[in-house]
C-alpha cells in the first residue's frame, strides 16, 4: 500500500484536487455551480454591446441563470449567446430573450415567458432574441431631445441672470442694504446702551411710585370715613331744614320770601332811606344844627 503512495502519486493527487477545487472556485466565482444540472439554451442578437460572460439572465428581476458563451457567426453577421438555465425552470414556447442596458451600460437578459404556451423547449433549442430599450436608449431618445430643446433657454436664462449681476444698480442696492444693516447695528447698540443706563432707572421710579401709591392707600384706609359720612349727612340735614324754611310761608323767611307786601315794604323803606340821604347830602343843615361860638342861650 505504501508502494502505491509514492511521492509522485501524491503530487499528481495533490494536483488534481487543486485543479478541481480551482475549476470549482472559478466557476463558483462567476457564479456557476457545477453541481447544480442546468439546461442550455441559444439565442442569436444583432448586438450584445454591454453583453458579457456570466451576465445574470433574469425572469422578471429574478436570477435563474448566466450567459455562458458569446460567439460571432461569421455566415449570418449574428451574435450567438448560449445560456445556461436551472434545470427545474421550464421555458415555454413562445417565450422571448429581451436584452436591455442599464444607465451604466451593463446588458441582461431576462426571459419574457408566454403564460398560455402548452408546449416548451427542450435544452439546446434556440430562443428567439427581443432588444429592449435600455436606460441609455431611453435617455438618448427621449431625454437628450428635451435637453436639447430646454438649453437655448438655458442660455437665455443665464444671459440675464449675468445682465442682472453686472448691473450697476445691482451693486448700489448691495451697497444701500450694507448701510442700512449698519444703521441697524447702531441703532441696535444704542438701544442695548439705553435698556442697560435708562432702564433701570426708570424701573426704579415706576417702583418708588408704586410704593408711594400704597403708602397713600393705606393712609386712606386709616381715615375715619363713616365719621367723615356722617358729618355730611348732618350738614345736609341742616340744608334741607334751611330751605324747608324758606319755602314754609309761616316761617320768618319764608314769610319774607314768599309775602309780597313785606317784599314791597321792604322796597319802600329801602326807596325811603335812600331819598333821605340824597337829602341829608344835599340839605344837612336841615337836619344837623351846630355853631363855632357856642349854643345861644334862650
Do not use: W
Request: proline residues 3%; negative net charge.
Amino acid at each position: 500500500m505504501n508502494k502505491f503512495f509514492t511521492k509522485e502519486v501524491k503530487i499528481a493527487l495533490t494536483v488534481i484536487i487543486c485543479g478541481t477545487l480551482l475549476v470549482f472556485g472559478i466557476n463558483f466565482l462567476k457564479g456557476v455551480n457545477l453541481l447544480t444540472p442546468t439546461n442550455y439554451y441559444y439565442i442569436s442578437y444583432d448586438n450584445v454591446s454591454g453583453l458579457a460572460l456570466s451576465a445574470p439572465v433574469n425572469i422578471e428581476g429574478y436570477k435563474v441563470g448566466l450567459v455562458r458563451d458569446i460567439n460571432y457567426d461569421t455566415n449570418t453577421g449574428n451574435i450567438n449567446v448560449q445560456i445556461s438555465i436551472e434545470d427545474n425552470i421550464k421555458l415555454p414556447k413562445g417565450t422571448t430573450a429581451a436584452l436591455a442596458s442599464d444607465l451604466l451600460g451593463t446588458s441582461t437578459i431576462s426571459l419574457m415567458l408566454d403564460r398560455g404556451a402548452q408546449e416548451y423547449y427542450k435544452s439546446g433549442d434556440t430562443i428567439p432574441a427581443q432588444k429592449m430599450p435600455g436606460m441609455m436608449s431611453a435617455i438618448e431618445d427621449d431625454i437628450l431631445p428635451q435637453v436639447n430643446n430646454i438649453l437655448p433657454k438655458l442660455d437665455s436664462i443665464l444671459s440675464g441672470i449675468n445682465s442682472m449681476v453686472n448691473n450697476p444698480a445691482l451693486t448700489e442696492s448691495v451697497d444701500k442694504i450694507d448701510n442700512i444693516v449698519a444703521d441697524i447695528e447702531v441703532t441696535t447698540s444704542q438701544l442695548s446702551s439705553l435698556m442697560q443706563t435708562t432702564l433701570p432707572g426708570v424701573v426704579s421710579n415706576v417702583d418708588t411710585s408704586l410704593v408711594n401709591i400704597k403708602e397713600f392707600t393705606a393712609q386712606l384706609n386709616e381715615v375715619e370715613i363713616q365719621s367723615i359720612v356722617s358729618s355730611l349727612d348732618s350738614t345736609l340735614a341742616n340744608v334741607k331744614q334751611l330751605t324747608d324754611k324758606m319755602t314754609d310761608k309761616n316761617s320768618t323767611l319764608g314769610m319774607l320770601f314768599n309775602d309780597k307786601a313785606m317784599y314791597e315794604g321792604i322796597v319802600n323803606a329801602l326807596q325811603s332811606a335812600d331819598s333821605l340821604l340824597i337829602d341829608l347830602k344835599a340839605h344837612p343843615s336841615r337836619y344837623v344844627h351846630f355853631s363855632l361860638i357856642g349854643r345861644k342861650e334862650k
